[in-house]
């Protein structure tokens, strides 16, 4: 069974840092391109950032470039986005997942709240 557990999300202030991880069990994450989304109440859940593990091509959307960093640990087949310079409107519940994304492998995500 494949599960995706995310975790490090919490309160900043804006212009401070959080690094989210994601833990994968069932598959090997750095195999294949996997992706961070976020979703805002209200909103659609798209996409953040992807890491195409076979050779660490990363992409970032235009607002979160130089900014968020996606990782990987293959040795803890760990997924991370390290967020820097936070804003309010990064304001969102984070999931990892697949790209495309499999919707059997969304977990309950991880809230980020950047207060201005």
């Known amino acids: 069974e494949v599960q995706m557990v995310e975790s490090g999300g919490g309160r900043v202030q804006a212009g401070g840092s959080l690094r989210l991880s994601c833990a994968g069990s069932?598959?090997?994450?750095?195999?294949?391109?996997w992706a961070w989304y976020r979703q805002s109440p209200g909103k659609e859940r798209t996409l953040v950032a992807r890491?195409?593990?076979?050779?660490?091509?990363?992409f970032y959307i235009d607002s979160v470039k130089g900014r968020f960093t996606i990782t990987t640990d293959n040795a803890k087949n760990t997924l991370y986005l390290q967020m820097t310079s936070l804003k309010p409107e990064d304001t969102a519940t984070y999931f990892c997942?697949?790209?495309?994304?499999?919707?059997?492998?969304w977990g309950q995500g991880t809230q980020v709240t950047v207060s201005s």
């Open positions: 890491l195409r593990g076979m050779d660490n091509d990363a």
């Open positions: 997942n697949d790209d495309p994304p499999d919707d059997a492998y």
């Open positions: 069932g598959l090997t994450i750095w195999y294949w391109t």
